[in-house]
């Protein structure tokens, strides 16, 4: 299906926006639930029931279990492309302090939005169902694990995702950001959606002993507080300043009492960069500072440095992604499609593509991600006054999407790209006109 016109939405988009609003009650039910029980990686199993039974009862067949707490529903209807909705099953390892009634109180989080892009894909394979007659083709939602930790795309990959479900024609994606509710913002091509990154698990050895005898031990602590401090000079002194890299080290984590020396200290590290090339650079700087330090630290044992998992750069396809741009300001208006400027988050979507191509064995699936906004009028008024801080970004544990501004606008823009791709229906042919009658009888088959 194509728009019309970009200066006014077609009749299909009318459609849509008319009934958005008959699936809202379901698609807020499961954010709800969802956002006061959140799982954090590879624990998704709640999560991932409750968005295959919102799928099931939206009319889709539901595979569970795939690479790991995987879901991917199917709605075939009729002969066409093969269109995929992707959001992520995961929360973040963060205690909330939102102050909501449905507030989550385990100890993880959904802080990054993944319950909104689980109720918004469950609310657009719901509204797409109400509109089988609009489109033709197969519609696919794949709820992904493990996101946050970069694992899940290419678990859901080596477990035959495209061998068992078909190869797609397009994979479509949205993520909430600190933007005005109600908006949605595109990549105008020239830069990445998202950085490629890496994690990283480091330990550094040391020899245990007496805190009264530092002497007698060799210290990791100290160790990992140098490799610390020496990594900002990675961004700050080995990076070009018209190159984009982040070194942060997350976690660390190190003893038992404050008089014992502990033999090991373990580091969480995570690096992003603008390409692979400068990812390849920071990693290998990375690992050059460790094993600086702790030869310097004079350890009994060289340390160990595992690159945890990986992602590629994400860059949407630009041929897929104008049409869905213009879909999204006929249902939206243009004023409320912005440019996104491109971020350092780093995401697994990109394996869905060629970057992926090793473990699912196509080239050129279409990839189209846009962000989100998620910010109340209230705060982003706020945050504009002089001296304000921003919007609570993602992964604060006081990010809060105002879901009353956002959630409706989130079904309708993956429903609207989603229709964007899948085939529209031919007309039915108006019935052949009867011939007039001459004078007499018709005659007869028979003599």
């Known amino acids: 299906m194509r728009p019309s016109s970009p200066a006014g939405p077609s009749t299909a988009t009318r459609e849509l926006l008319a009934r958005a609003g008959e699936v809202l009650r379901p698609a807020l039910a499961l954010y709800l639930d969802l956002h006061a029980h959140p799982e954090v990686s590879g624990q998704e199993a709640r999560t991932a029931e409750r968005f295959a039974g919102r799928l099931e009862a939206a009319g889709c067949h539901v595979t569970r279990g795939v690479g790991g707490h995987g879901v991917v529903g199917v709605l075939r209807n009729g002969d066409g492309p093969s269109v995929w909705l992707r959001a992520e099953l995961d929360a973040l390892p963060v205690r909330e302090d939102t102050g909501l009634p449905y507030a989550s109180g385990n100890g993880a989080m959904h802080a990054c939005g993944h319950d909104l892009h689980l109720a918004a894909a469950a609310g657009a394979a719901q509204l797409l169902a109400g509109l089988a007659d609009r489109w033709r083709g197969t519609l696919v939602v794949v709820g992904q694990p493990a996101e946050e930790t970069l694992a899940g795309a290419e678990a859901m990959l080596r477990d035959g995702l495209y061998e068992r479900f078909g190869r797609p024609g397009a994979v479509l994606a949205q993520h909430a950001a600190p933007l005005p509710a109600g908006t949605v913002a595109h990549t105008d091509g020239r830069v990445p959606m998202a950085a490629a990154g890496a994690v990283l698990d480091v330990v550094l050895h040391g020899r245990g002993g007496h805190a009264a005898t530092p002497h007698l031990a060799v210290d990791p602590v100290v160790a990992a507080a140098a490799v610390v401090m020496r990594l900002q000079a990675v961004v700050a002194r080995e990076t070009a300043p018209a ?6 080290v997350g976690t660390l984590h190190a003893g038992t009492a404050p008089n014992v020396i502990p033999d090991r200290a373990e580091l969480g590290v995570g690096v992003r960069a603008s390409s692979e090339a400068s990812l390849d650079r920071a990693l290998a700087a990375v690992r050059r500072v460790v094993r600086a330090e ?13 690159v945890v998992s990986r992602s590629a750069a994400l860059r949407c396809d630009p041929d897929a992604t104008a049409p869905v741009r213009r879909a999204h300001e006929q249902l939206l208006g243009a004023a409320r499609v912005l440019t996104w400027p491109g971020s350092m988050a780093a995401e697994d979507f990109a394996l869905f593509g060629d970057a992926g191509a090793e473990l699912h064995g196509h080239r050129g699936v279409p990839l189209v991600y846009w962000m989100l906004g998620v910010t109340g009028p209230e705060e982003w008024r706020a945050a504009a006054a002089p001296g304000a801080p921003p919007p609570h970004p993602n992964h604060s544990p006081r990010f809060a999407p105002h879901v009353s ?20 229906p031919a007309p039915t042919p108006a019935p052949a006109p009867v011939p007039a009658s001459t004078s007499g009888p018709a005659p007869s088959a028979h003599p």
């Open 405 to 424: 501004g956002a959630l409706r606008p989130a079904v309708a823009a993956l429903a609207a790209a989603a229709l964007d791709r899948l085939t529209t």
């Open 243 to 248: 190159d984009q890299v982040t070194v942060t």
């Open 294 to 306: 702790s030869a310097a630290a004079g350890a009994p044992r060289d340390p160990e440095v595992t």
